[in-house]
């Protein structure tokens, strides 16, 4: 059974910083594509940013420059670093395996359960 477990998230004041993990069960993790979505209340699911599983990498333009994706294959997990966070990177951030590294939910095999993240100004 494939399970994407995540964890990290919380609160934090504007400027800082917060990282997330997704850790994969169930499947050999360097063969896919892997990614972070949020969804903000009242809007629809966002992609924040890919990785494929050679590390190549793209990001949403919100998040470039502030956000990093990242993969350790031997520990079959996936981070996201978040830095100079701003009050509308609030949302729930989830993680995602794509069958194609195409930032789009359409894309997504497997979802993790989500984490909140909170930026207060």
């Known amino acids: 059974q494939v399970q994407l477990v995540q964890s990290g998230g919380g609160s934090v004041q504007a400027g800082g910083s917060l990282i997330l993990s997704c850790a994969v069960f169930?499947?050999?993790?360097?063969?896919?594509?892997m990614a972070w979505f949020r969804q903000a209340p009242g809007k629809e699911r966002e992609g924040v940013a890919t990785?494929?599983?050679?590390?190549?990498?793209s990001y949403a333009d919100s998040v470039k420059g502030r956000f990093t994706i990242s993969q350790d294959n031997a520990k079959n997990t996936l981070y996201l670093q978040m830095n100079s966070l701003k009050p509308e990177d609030t949302a729930m951030y989830y993680c995602?395996?794509?069958?194609?590294?195409?930032?789009?939910?359409?894309?997504?095999?497997?979802w993790g359960r989500g984490v909140q993240v909170t930026v207060s100004s």
């Open positions: 990785i494929d599983s050679d590390g190549s990498t």
């Open positions: 169930g499947y050999t993790y360097s063969s896919y594509c």
């Open positions: 995602a395996s794509l069958r194609a590294q195409v930032l789009s939910a359409r894309y997504v095999d497997y």
